[in-house]
T-cell receptor, first 113, second 116 residues
């Protein structure tokens, strides 16, 4: 069965410092993995996706994530946090051919001035 | 910017009223989804559709119903709203796969429903 675990429900960083949001997945087959961001009272916006090409995936707004099959992880990083990065982040896994998406419980990122 | 639209964005309604949340996409996507999200919580799939005249219930039981008469339109209806239906409802769509690659979800801005 597929599942996704976001290891931190809340993360606080200072502006200008690195961001690390952790995600582990469980999947019997080759997964597609996504990170989404949700600002208050908004829908979800795609940050980046992994679909069996390069293991280091670059996304929008300076975010990137690395797919590590041996660790079943897909952590999201950014070298330098900006105040506008404060939001809820969701890691999502999907199994090719099912069109079903499994969402993590979300990580709320707080950026301190 | 994704072309998927939800109306109304906000709705406050009394118990027992019938409501329809509209969702339309102009990308020609076959797959469409409705998710329910309580504040600060994860998303739960309540309905999905793989194409016209195809609808399925999702993982979270819901008293709402959906229809898919046209590719671009996927409305959600509650026949008799109750306070327990108060939540945010997010509509999404996705395109097909390319080999082993599954398409990402494109989301609308959400409809926040409050039932008094």
């Amino acid at each position: 069965a597929q599942s996704v675990t976001q290891l931190d429900s809340h993360v606080s960083v200072s502006e200008g410092t690195p961001v690390l949001l952790r995600c582990n997945y469980s999947s019997s087959y080759s997964p597609s993995l996504f990170w989404y961001v949700q600002h208050p009272n908004k829908g979800l916006q795609l940050l980046l996706k992994y679909t069996s090409a390069a293991t280091l995936v670059k996304g929008i707004n300076g975010f990137e994530a690395e797919f590590k099959k041996s660790e079943t992880s897909f952590h999201l990083t950014k070298p330098s946090a900006h105040m506008s990065d404060a939001a809820e982040y969701f890691c999502v896994v999907s199994l090719s051919g099912t069109y079903k998406y499994i969402f993590g419980t979300g990580t709320r990122l707080k950026v301190l001035a | 910017e994704a072309d998927i639209y939800q109306t109304p964005r906000y709705l406050v309604i009394g118990t027992g009223k019938k409501i329809t949340l509209e969702c339309s996409q102009t990308m020609g996507h076959d797959k469409m989804y409705w998710y329910q999200q309580d504040p600060g919580m994860e998303l739960h799939l309540i309905h999905y559709s793989y194409g016209v005249n195809s609808t399925e219930k999702g993982d979270l039981s819901s008293e709402s119903t959906v229809s898919r008469i046209r590719t671009e339109h996927f409305p959600l209806t509650l026949e008799s709203a109750r306070p327990s239906h108060t939540s945010q409802y997010l509509c999404a769509s996705s395109h097909g796969t390319s080999g082993l690659s599954i398409g990402e979800l494109f989301f609308g801005e959400g409809s926040r429903l409050t039932v008094l």
